[in-house]
């Protein structure tokens, strides 16, 4: 982006939830990462003038690091630093057709 283009909460938040190492946003302990916009708040990205953090749920196995480089390449290029929390980490999404493990059979006890 260039310098006096408006960033928008909504396009960063979008793209960063599309991101395969992402499992959703993560607006901090307190609610303290978040945009407040007209009648309503984008919780995950905070837009500062010197700043813009985003707290996200990273998904297992990826790296701190991968999570981090997927962050950055959502944003892409801005005129100022982009911090990155990463506030937990999720399982591994679920894959294929209905998603949800086969129930096992129980074992029977000795």
């Known amino acids: 982006m ?32 978040a945009t407040l ?25 990826a790296t701190v690091v991968e999570i981090s480089d997927d962050v950055l390449v959502a944003v892409g290029q801005v005129d100022r630093p982009v911090r990155v929390r990463i506030g937990d980490i999720a399982p591994p999404a679920a894959e294929g057709p209905g998603t949800t493990p086969e129930p096992q059979p129980p074992v029977p006890l000795p």
């Open 2 to 33: 260039n310098p006096g283009v408006e960033i928008d909460a909504d396009r960063i938040a979008t793209a960063v939830r599309a991101q395969p190492s992402i499992a959703g946003l993560h607006s901090g302990r307190f609610g303290e990462i």
């Open 37 to 61: 916009l007209r009648g309503r708040r984008v919780p995950g990205i905070r837009i500062r003038d010197d700043e813009i953090t985003i707290g996200v749920v990273g998904r297992y196995p």
